[in-house]
């Protein structure tokens, strides 16, 4: 009797010895988040092939340009020119990237049945759905700008060296060229119009992934085009297009922006102007719906 009753205390310790720790909902969440990189390379791969691009480009068209200009002044011009269409290219691509990545991660899990491998994982579905949702709105905005400077700042080092090499003065180019504001200003457009501005395009996007079971692309832009469409027959209005125009715009924020390009970059900066725009609020409570509606469809809807 003694020697069964000490038995059942040493089972129990020992399950209890071997039982998983509890993992914290933000280090799930955080492993959501690498996982996405993981398996979506084309994130980072797709901004980064087209940065080296420019940077190629650069190297060719710098040279032959400032080789074959005599005006000195001019030479400095013309080394200064590529670094803002840089920097428009990059974002242009992370945003196509953004697209692509919100119509087909909830749709591709389901048509190669690899949903199944991840329900069985313990993360719930609103933990899924929220890291693919911050792929766009908070990784892709970082990973630009991270992007951006490093590309800016290799480009800054060759125009130096060009133009040493054609007897200009490079310090003063380098103090115009890299400043401080103009780097603070590009994380804020980033984050304000690429991140929380079109975070309704990524939550619509979304939700037509998890609810579409083919052509994901097509049933995300065509009730859009079709509502523009119908308005304009109908009552002769375009509410709906200029509404979606002033969305992609950018708004208050891609407004300041453009207007820094030729302005101090700190100007037009009025971070409480943009947090204060009705519209910023009305977008992000349709991404919340549209973010609510995906979760609940992917915990019900079948594979492919």
């Given at each position: 009797?003694?020697?069964?009753?000490?038995?059942i205390?040493?089972?129990h310790?020992?399950s209890q010895?071997?039982?998983p720790a509890?993992?914290?909902t933000w280090?799930?969440?955080f492993w959501?988040?690498?996982?996405?990189l993981?398996?979506?390379?084309s994130i980072?791969?797709?901004?980064?092939a087209v940065?080296?691009?420019?940077?190629?480009?650069?190297?060719?068209?710098?040279?032959?340009?400032a080789?074959?200009?005599?005006d000195?002044?001019r030479?400095?011009?013309?080394?200064?020119?590529?670094?803002s269409f840089?920097?428009?290219?990059?974002m242009a691509?992370t945003?196509?990237v953004?697209?692509f990545?919100c119509?087909?991660?909830?749709?591709?899990?389901?048509?190669?049945?690899s949903i199944?491998?991840?329900?069985?994982l313990p993360?719930?579905?609103l933990?899924?759905?929220?890291s693919?949702?911050a792929?766009?709105?908070?990784v892709?905005?970082?990973?630009?700008?991270a992007?951006?400077?490093?590309?800016?700042f290799?480009m800054?080092?060759f125009?130096?060296?060009?133009?040493?090499?054609s007897?200009?003065d490079?310090?003063t180019?380098?103090?115009?060229?890299?400043?401080?504001p103009?780097s603070?200003?590009m994380?804020y457009?980033l984050?304000?119009?690429h991140?929380?501005?079109y975070?309704?395009?990524?939550?619509?996007m979304?939700?037509?992934s998890?609810?579409?079971r083919?052509a994901?692309?097509?049933?995300?832009f065509?009730?859009?085009?079709?509502?523009g469409?119908?308005?304009?027959?109908?009552?002769?209005?375009?509410?709906f297009?200029s509404m979606?125009?002033?969305?992609?715009s950018?708004?208050?924020?891609?407004?300041?922006?453009?207007?820094n390009?030729s302005?101090?970059p700190?100007?037009?900066?009025?971070?409480l102007r943009?947090?204060?725009?009705?519209?910023?609020?009305?977008?992000?409570v349709?991404t919340?719906?549209?973010?609510?509606a995906a979760?609940?469809l992917r915990?019900?809807?079948?594979p492919m």
């Amino acid at each position: 009797m003694n020697t069964q009753s000490s038995a059942i205390p040493e089972s129990h310790l020992g399950s209890q010895a071997t039982a998983p720790a509890a993992i914290s909902t933000w280090l799930r969440f955080f492993w959501s988040i690498k996982r996405e990189l993981w398996e979506y390379r084309s994130i980072y791969i797709a901004p980064l092939a087209v940065a080296g691009v420019t940077l190629f480009a650069f190297l060719i068209a710098s040279i032959g340009r400032a080789m074959s200009t005599s005006d000195l002044v001019r030479r400095g011009e013309i080394l200064e020119e590529p670094y803002s269409f840089a920097a428009l290219v990059i974002m242009a691509t992370t945003f196509f990237v953004a697209i692509f990545y919100c119509l087909d991660t909830l749709h591709g899990e389901r048509r190669d049945r690899s949903i199944l491998f991840w329900k069985s994982l313990p993360v719930s579905d609103l933990t899924t759905v929220l890291s693919k949702a911050a792929i766009p709105i908070i990784v892709l905005p970082l990973l630009t700008f991270a992007i951006i400077m490093v590309t800016q700042f290799i480009m800054l080092l060759f125009s130096g060296a060009v133009m040493l090499v054609s007897g200009l003065d490079a310090s003063t180019f380098w103090k115009q060229s890299w400043s401080f504001p103009v780097s603070v200003m590009m994380l804020y457009h980033l984050i304000a119009v690429h991140g929380l501005w079109y975070a309704p395009f990524y939550g619509w996007m979304l939700l037509v992934s998890a609810w579409a079971r083919r052509a994901a692309f097509l049933w995300a832009f065509l009730p859009p085009i079709a509502i523009g469409v119908l308005e304009k027959i109908a009552f002769n209005t375009s509410y709906f297009g200029s509404m979606m125009g002033y969305r992609m715009s950018g708004g208050e924020a891609g407004g300041d922006f453009m207007a820094n390009n030729s302005v101090h970059p700190l100007m037009h900066f009025s971070l409480l102007r943009f947090l204060v725009v009705p519209s910023l609020w009305l977008g992000l409570v349709f991404t919340a719906l549209c973010l609510i509606a995906a979760v609940r469809l992917r915990r019900y809807r079948n594979p492919m």
